[in-house]
């Protein structure tokens, strides 16, 4: 079965810094661009970062420009997400999405709650 | 940048018909789109990618009942004989420049 699974969602003070994981299986992970998009409370879903298929080139929104980085490990057939300086208006469910000329899966998103 | 434009909210009743609508930005008016349903507390789903010229390719599993057609700058995704498991957060989302745009989101009530 083809699965996504997102991790390391968390409650996190602002300023504060957490890693998202996205576990891949079922397809062959390394074939495939990836992406991280986020849905904050009560707002429509938003486009956050890009991997390549070999983790060669990256792409961000403005929005996060700076303060977050995304990578995968194709052996681990996984992407992550590290994400520093948090602020309340990166609280939101965070998704993980294959490209296939825009996403075709989806996981099921961690929470990510950016709070003192 | 492309921009997509979705009317915030609709409904409809149960067993009908409903046409949700997305419109492109006019300098972008032939992109192919993809339709995403979103269920209350679960992740998104694609629904079908839809091209300009009307053709559309729906993902595993999708119903029958969910369709799609294209007129100009304009990108319907058509529900029909309604249930209540359609009522969901619908977003249409292009792409460009190797990154991911999406609408506001249509959020669709069963009467």
């Known amino acids: 079965e083809v699965q996504l699974v997102e991790s390391g969602g968390g409650l996190v003070q602002p300023g504060g810094s957490l890693r998202l994981s996205c576990a891949a299986s079922?397809?062959?992970?390394?074939?495939?661009?990836m992406h991280w998009v986020r849905r904050a409370p009560g707002k429509g879903l938003v486009w956050v970062s890009r991997?390549?298929?070999?983790?060669?080139?990256?792409a961000y929104a403005d929005s996060v420009k700076g303060r977050f980085t995304i990578s995968r490990d194709n052996a681990k057939n996984t992407m992550n997400l590290q994400m520093h300086s948090l602020r309340a208006d990166d609280t939101a469910v965070y998704y993980c999405?294959?490209?296939?000329?825009?996403?075709?899966?989806w996981g099921r998103g961690t929470v990510v709650t950016v709070s003192s | 940048q492309v921009v997509l434009t979705q009317s915030p909210s609709i409904s409809a009743s149960l067993g009908a018909s409903v046409r949700l609508t997305c419109t492109l930005s006019?300098?972008?008016?032939?992109?192919?789109i993809a339709w995403h349903q979103q269920q209350p507390g679960k992740g998104p789903r694609c629904l079908m990618k839809l091209h300009g010229d009307g053709s559309h390719y729906k993902g595993d599993g999708i119903p029958d009942r969910f369709s799609g057609s294209s007129s100009g700058a304009e990108r319907y995704l058509t529900i029909s004989s309604l249930q209540s498991e359609d009522e969901a957060d619908y977003y249409c989302q292009t792409w460009g420049s190797a990154i991911w745009v999406f609408g506001g989101g249509t959020k669709l009530t069963v009467l």
């Open positions: 991997v390549n298929n070999d983790g060669s080139s990256t």
């Open positions: 006019s300098a972008h008016s032939s992109y192919s």
């Open positions: 999405a294959r490209d296939l000329g825009g996403p075709d899966i």
């Open positions: 079922g397809f062959t992970f390394s074939n495939y661009w």
